[in-house]
């Protein structure tokens, strides 16, 4: 993917990602970034609102690839790696706790600061994926009334405007795409997402349609999948699902 790609800034929109299949389907090459000032119908993982006011970044990357279907999730654990990376580059020094809890929530400690929003739908020409990257950032304040924890960047020193930290952002999206590879450098995305994620052992929950699955963390599979060791000592893998870190309580979404 080339960098720096071109990026188209709204004043208010429904949703970046919406927005961005729409002119996919229109006929935009991409790549393309499109950032909102204010979202009116920002949204996170399972349909859940994400609350857009000025102050905080809401952007969407549009690319489209040659790879199989079959390897487009992986891009959920990427785009994650990308934004620990942005962060990383945004800040004076290291920010204690920042990590990824999977897939892809941006958490420091067990508060979430930013959440990502992957999509991607069958392209007019064969083989071809149309892929949507949505992103939002808790920059400088981030929502009270969630159910769960959250903080923004700027009460841990980070004070980055929208428009730089969509620069670095950009940077670290075109350096892992490029070594992802649609798929075939997934090895280093993997080791990359665990060496920012939590240790190995920690409690977790995970709702699984209507199971909730408690355990430990063990590992990624080769493809992404969660790795963990239930309650009754058997290990399972779950391809999806919302992670509650600690034990069973209320699911976080993204």
Known sequence: ??????????????STNTEAFERAKAGEPGPLWIMARRQTAGRGRSGRHWA??????????LIRLSCAQAVVHQLSLLAGVAAIDAIRKAAAAPVPGLRLKWPNDVLIGEAKCAGILPESLSGGRSGEVIAVIGVGMNLGWHPGDLGRA?????????????????????????????????????????????????????????????????????????????????????????????????????????
């Open 1 to 14: 993917m080339p960098h720096p790609t071109r990026t188209v800034v709204l004043e208010e929109i429904g």
């Open 150 to 254: 959250a903080t923004h960047l700027a009460a841990h020193g980070v004070t980055t405007p929208p428009e730089a930290m969509l620069e670095l952002l950009s940077a670290a999206m075109a350096k892992w795409l490029e070594t992802w590879a649609c798929g075939d450098g997934f090895a280093h995305v993997r080791a990359a997402w665990l060496e920012r994620a939590g240790p190995i052992g920690e409690r977790l929950s995970v709702h699984v349609g209507h199971e909730r699955v408690e355990g430990t963390f063990l590992d990624l599979d080769s493809d992404g999948g969660l790795i963990i060791r239930d309650l009754h000592g058997l290990q399972r893998k779950l391809i999806y699902g919302d992670v509650t870190l600690g034990g069973a309580q209320s699911a976080e979404g993204a």
């Open 52 to 61: 857009s006011e000025p102050g905080n970044l809401y952007a969407s990357l």
